[in-house]
């Protein structure tokens, strides 16, 4: 048991070791991947607009149709 887990260790350790130099070609200045943009060191931060106007059953009762329709398709994007 005692050599598998030393196999285990040393696969593990030459994992890391790969996904460490495989982080440090990607994140090179000169590297085309940070170039193009398609890699990025910073991440937007998500936020939640805390103004915008819910819409209740009320409000929706006193919509056309087109209203609606507009919403909908605001919502889906």
Do not use: C
Request: charged share 25%.
């Amino acid at each position: 048991m005692s050599e598998e887990n030393n196999e285990m260790i040393l696969l593990l350790k030459e994992l890391v070791n790969k996904v460490k130099s495989l982080e440090e070609v990607v994140y090179q200045k000169d590297n085309l991947l940070m170039k193009s943009g398609l890699v990025v060191v910073d991440t937007p931060t998500p936020s939640i607009n805390s103004e915008a106007t819910s819409i209740t059953g009320d409000t929706i009762a006193k919509m056309d149709w087109s209203q609606i329709s507009d919403i909908i398709e605001t919502i889906e994007g």
